[in-house]
C-alpha cells in the first residue's frame, strides 16, 4: 500500500509532490486532468462490460488546479479550473502517473 505524499504544492502548471522515500514527482495539471479516474472521463461499466457514458477527450489545455483535499487515508481529489473535481486518485494511481 502507497503512503500518503508529504507534500504537494502548485508549482507554476506543475503539481510538485514529494514522497515518502525521497521521491518526487511534478505533473503538469493538464495532464492530471487528462487522467483523472472520474466516471465522467472514464465511463462505467454495465454488466456486460460495455462503456456507459465518459468522454472521449484527451486534451485539456489550459487547465490548471485551484486546489486539492484528502480522501480518507487513500486519495486526493483535485478541484480544476474547468469546473471538474469528481476524480478520487488513489496514491498508488497518483504514484503510477
Same mark, same amino acid.
Given at each position: 500500500?502507497?503512503? +500518503?505524499?508529504?507534500? &504537494?504544492?502548485?508549482?507554476?502548471?506543475? &503539481?510538485?509532490?514529494?514522497? @515518502?522515500? #525521497? %521521491?518526487?514527482? *511534478?505533473? =503538469?495539471?493538464?495532464?492530471?486532468? =487528462?487522467? $483523472? @479516474? $472520474?466516471?465522467?472521463?472514464?465511463?462505467?461499466?454495465? &454488466?456486460? !462490460?460495455?462503456?456507459? !457514458? !465518459? $468522454?472521449?477527450?484527451?486534451? *485539456? +489545455? #489550459?487547465?490548471? &488546479?485551484? #486546489?486539492?483535499? +484528502?480522501? !480518507? #487515508?487513500?486519495?486526493?481529489? *483535485?478541484?480544476?479550473?474547468?469546473? %471538474?473535481?469528481?476524480?478520487?486518485?488513489? *496514491?498508488?494511481?497518483?504514484? $503510477?502517473?
Amino acid at each position: 500500500m502507497q503512503p +500518503p505524499p508529504q507534500r &504537494l504544492e502548485l508549482i507554476g502548471e506543475e &503539481l510538485a509532490i514529494v514522497w @515518502p522515500d #525521497g %521521491h518526487e514527482q *511534478f505533473i =503538469a495539471c493538464e495532464r492530471l486532468r =487528462a487522467a $483523472s @479516474p $472520474s466516471a465522467e472521463n472514464t465511463g462505467e461499466r454495465d &454488466l456486460m !462490460g460495455r462503456r456507459i !457514458g !465518459g $468522454s472521449d477527450q484527451t486534451s *485539456f +489545455p #489550459g487547465v490548471t &488546479l485551484r #486546489g486539492w483535499r +484528502p480522501v !480518507g #487515508g487513500y486519495a486526493i481529489q *483535485f478541484d480544476f479550473s474547468d469546473g %471538474h473535481n469528481t476524480g478520487l486518485y488513489t *496514491f498508488e494511481y497518483l504514484r $503510477s502517473l
